[in-house]
């Protein structure tokens, strides 16, 4: 199993909603990513867990609030959100301490907010 | 990790091999290699990956320059599924970090029937 699951795979929000995405993976992969993803850009990075741990925040407000409950799921739980945070926001998950390894990306969450 | 230079955008003859180049005249020597495609609206998919040597896989063929300041991505015979945007990307390996990417701008490769 090369997968790594994303859901919703589209989410349409309020400015004072709360929800969450969710992604899991089981390859074992102890590494997870959150990347942001606006139309027509390359994904750029949000977060980095590495064995359940914040390894990595790229400056990301708080508004966004990732969490680790295992090494299987990432979440990202959003929280008054503007119009401009609407992208595609992609999970991904590799072996955190193995060279010659590739990262496996989610078919990510279109993320809506009005 | 070093800043790749790609094209913004190329067309390939359906059949015909499609060579993506990518220059990285920064790479250091523990970084590798990268390449990933992302079909519209989908997650990234990677390709293949190398250090210094020339690697070949069911989907691509890697070819980087002896200097390492370059490197290309053939596609021996593209097809129209092929049609997405490429990635180069030169990253370092940091133990315990993982393995998160940096995205460069891309090539948006277009295959014509």
């Known amino acids: 199993d090369t997968e790594v699951t994303q859901t919703p795979k589209h989410l349409v929000m309020g400015m004072t909603n709360k929800k969450s995405l969710k992604c899991e993976q089981h390859?074992?992969?102890?590494?997870m990513y959150w990347y942001k993803q606006k139309a027509k850009k390359p994904p750029e990075l949000m977060f980095v867990?590495?064995?359940?741990?914040?390894?990595i925040n790229e400056s990301v407000p708080s508004r966004f609030s990732p969490e680790c409950p295992n090494s299987s799921l990432l979440n990202l739980h959003l929280h008054a959100l503007q119009p401009e945070d609407s992208a595609l926001y992609l999970c991904a998950s590799s072996h955190p301490n193995k060279r010659h390894t590739e990262a496996f990306f989610g078919q990510g969450t279109r993320l809506t907010v009005v | 990790d070093a800043k790749t230079t790609q094209p913004t955008s190329m067309d390939c003859a359906e059949g015909r091999a499609a060579n993506l180049p990518c220059n990285h005249s920064?790479?250091?020597?523990?970084?590798?290699v990268y390449w990933y495609r992302q079909i519209h609206s989908q997650g990234p998919q990677y390709i293949i990956h190398?250090?210094?040597n020339n690697e070949t896989n069911e989907m691509a063929s890697l070819i980087i320059t002896e200097d390492r300041k370059s490197s290309t991505l053939i596609l021996p015979h593209a097809t129209l599924r092929d049609t997405a945007v490429y990635y180069c990307?030169?990253?370092?390996?940091?133990?315990?970090?993982?393995?998160?990417?940096?995205f460069g701008t891309g090539t948006s490769l277009t295959v014509i029937p």
């Open positions: 920064t790479i250091s020597g523990n970084e590798y």
């Open positions: 390859m074992g992969h102890r590494a």
């Open positions: 190398g250090l210094k």
């Open positions: 867990y590495s064995y359940e741990k914040l390894s």
């Open positions: 990307i030169v990253r370092d390996f940091l133990l315990n970090t993982g393995n998160q990417f940096y």
